[in-house]
């Protein structure tokens, strides 16, 4: 049962664009959720979360959104540089971080 | 060191052989994780501890899997018995502290673990 879902694998932006990574979850019961982003050889390093009663946060170029009624979040990346190129991965939170299966972004010089 | 470290960063070992993976975690951060991650997934849960007991161990995949926490601190990761299913980059994380608040969790390099 994948309660955590990121259904696009891959995503390929152009620099400069905006980047919009999607995840959907199932279980009602999570208050926290946060985004990684993880290099190749390397463990997921923290980019940026939000609390459940919230439905905007914003640190620079990355903003989440929580919209709680579709159990939806996403990570907007704005402007796209070539140093997000990397696999990003949601979690959400009861007690502990269950993932999604992560994305692919290739931002395109 | 300031962040979460791991030990080894890469072992190979022989199918049937046991293993031990080390996580030193943030001084400080009472929550500890584990997690697996295969090929093309997302990290998929272990265990967590708080402190020094074992708050949640539903995601062990069978009684091969222990973990140990005794100090509250460095946290080992036993398998036993390995078999090739259980190659995967083994990934611990540590956080300030557990459920009800909000802290990111910090994860160690990971441990590439390959069965032959």
Not at chain 1, 14 to 41: H, V
């Amino acid at each position: 049962d994948q309660q955590v879902k990121q259904n696009s694998p891959s995503l390929s932006v152009q620099e400069g664009r905006i980047s919009i990574l999607n995840c959907d979850y199932t279980n009602s019961m999570f208050d926290y959720f946060l985004w990684y982003k993880k290099y190749p050889a390397e463990g997921p390093t923290f980019l940026i979360s939000i609390s459940s009663i919230k439905d905007k946060n914003e640190d620079g170029r990355f903003t989440v959104f929580l919209n709680k009624s579709a159990k939806h979040l996403s990570l907007h990346i704005v402007p796209s540089q070539p140093g997000d190129s990397a696999v990003y991965f949601c979690a959400a939170r009861r007690e502990k971080l269950t993932f999604g299966t992560g994305t692919r972004l290739t931002i395109i010089p | 060191g300031a962040g979460v470290s791991q030990t080894p960063s890469n072992k190979v070992t022989e199918k049937g052989k046991y293993v031990e993976l080390r996580c030193d975690p943030i001084s400080g951060h009472t929550a500890l994780y584990w997690y697996r991650q295969s090929l093309g997934q997302g990290p998929e849960f272990l265990i967590y501890f708080q402190g020094t007991g074992a708050a949640d161990d539903s995601g062990l995949p069978n009684d091969r899997f222990f973990a140990v926490r005794p100090e509250g601190s460095v946290s080992t990761l036993k398998i036993q018995r390995t078999e090739r299913g259980d190659s995967a980059v083994y990934l611990c994380a540590s956080s300030l502290q557990g459920a009800g608040v909000n802290t990111e969790a910090f994860f160690g390099q990971g441990t590439r673990l390959t069965v032959v």
